[in-house]
């Protein structure tokens, strides 16, 4: 069994910054992709950002290119979210994943594990 815990979330005020982490533990597991998800209230879960290992390479989503970057460290099945310029809009519980396959990086159904969630909440 894999399990993926995330930490960072908190209170922050529009404007500021939050470091989500997630680290992956349990039977060995390599994996290909982590991402992160988010789910505001009443809506669906939607991607926001992955890292294919193989290479580095990083994707976001368009409603946070240049306020939020994706890292980790593939050897420890790490995964961080640096938040910065925090809007109102990216309240949501945010949703580590991780998977083993090559086929796609930003639909939910490409991800087998997932965490428990944190909660993002940004006031303003």
């Known amino acids: 069994q894999v399990q993926l815990v995330e930490s960072g979330g908190g209170l922050v005020q529009a404007g500021g910054s939050l470091r989500l982490s997630c680290a992956a533990s349990?039977?060995?597991?390599?994996?290909?992709?982590m991402g992160w998800f988010r789910q505001a209230p009443g809506k669906e879960r939607e991607f926001v950002a992955a890292?294919?290992?193989?290479?580095?390479?990083?994707y976001y989503a368009d409603s946070v290119k240049g306020r939020f970057t994706i890292s980790g460290e593939n050897a420890k099945n790490t995964v961080y979210l640096q938040m910065n310029s925090l809007k109102p809009e990216d309240t949501a519980v945010y949703y580590c994943?991780?998977?083993?396959?090559?086929?796609?990086?930003?639909?939910?159904?490409?991800?087998?594990?997932w965490g428990q969630g944190t909660q993002v909440t940004v006031s303003s």
């Open positions: 349990g039977r060995t597991f390599s994996s290909y992709k």
């Open positions: 890292i294919r290992w193989s290479g580095g390479t990083t």
């Open positions: 994943a991780a998977d083993a396959s090559r086929v796609g990086v930003m639909a939910l159904s490409m991800y087998n594990y």
